[in-house]
């Protein structure tokens, strides 16, 4: 039984930044952030696992930085230098298979909360 609980979505002008949350109850060793725009497929933003090992899609290298506080059991998506083409329902997604961006890697996902970048 695994629950994702995601935050700190919200409306942000370009150039501004967002720091999204992800509370994980249970432990799994892939973690990853996607998103979705309406009409558009569901793509991979960045991953992480148990060893801090990470993985970005290459239009948000140098912007975005996925995190994890063991401690706290959550993981991090610190955005900056937000782009309109950021704009998207971001999920955070839980798995046991790899480390990737492949949607169909990941088991369990959170309901999604809404960034839009505006120009």
């Known amino acids: 039984q695994v629950r994702l609980e995601e935050s700190g979505g919200g409306p942000v002008q370009a150039g501004g930044s967002l720091r999204l949350s992800c509370a994980v109850s249970?432990?799994?060793?892939?973690m990853a952030w996607f998103r979705q725009a309406p009409g558009k497929e569901r793509e991979g933003v960045a991953a992480?696992?148990?060893?801090?090992?990470?993985r970005y899609r290459d239009s948000v290298k140098g912007r975005f930085t996925i995190s994890q506080d063991k401690a706290k059991n959550t993981v991090h998506l610190q955005m900056n230098s937000l782009k309109p083409e950021d704009t998207g329902m971001y999920y955070c997604?839980?798995?046991?298979?790899?480390?990737?961006?492949?949607?169909?890697?990941?088991?369990?996902w959170g309901q999604g909360t809404q960034v839009t970048v505006s120009s």
């Open positions: 997604a839980a798995g046991t298979y790899d480390l990737g961006l492949l949607a169909s890697w990941y088991i369990y």
């Open positions: 249970g432990n799994l060793r892939y």
């Open positions: 992480i696992d148990s060893f801090a090992r990470t």
